[in-house]
């Protein structure tokens, strides 16, 4: 009635194979999340750039671009060009915005305080740009 079973248990396979398996550590996944969020920053920041160019942008871009070389173990970023030519500048501030807070909560979560505070100038320079400064309305 009853068949024993002739093959290894999924559990003792998994632990055999644990060994074979490369891990992470839990900063190691942070840095690569890091890395990859002021990555796509550097590319909003870039379109910006070739779309309404600033000091400020340039500054950013350079800043962030050696946060993730240091962050991928010395491996520079690669930069993007304007491709996006309808985009829409405000558009592109809120998306950097975004980005920089994700960035801001995985640089917190690791202690990462070079990478904290760019992500915080970051979210402060969108927003800034995101306000509409709009001239009173005057009688007359």
Do not use: C, N, W
Not at 7 to 35: C, G, N, W, Y
Not at 54 to 60: F, I, R
């Amino acid at each position: 009635m009853y068949e024993p079973i002739r093959t290894k248990s999924v559990h003792t396979m998994a632990d055999a194979t644990d060994a074979d398996f490369p891990h992470r550590s839990r900063e190691e996944e942070l840095d690569i999340q890091l890395a990859g969020h002021l990555a796509a920053l550097l590319t909003v920041t870039d379109e910006l750039r070739a779309l309404a160019p600033s000091a400020d942008l340039d500054t950013a871009a350079e800043r962030l671009a050696g946060q993730v070389t240091r962050l991928r173990g010395g491996v520079p970023p690669t930069r993007a060009t304007a491709t996006t030519r309808g985009a829409r500048v405000t558009a592109l501030h809120r998306r950097a915005h975004a980005l920089a807070g994700r960035a801001l909560v995985v640089a917190a979560s690791r202690a990462d305080t070079a990478a904290a505070i760019l992500s915080a100038e970051r979210m402060d320079a969108h927003s800034a740009a995101l306000v509409d400064p709009r001239e009173p309305i005057t009688a007359g």
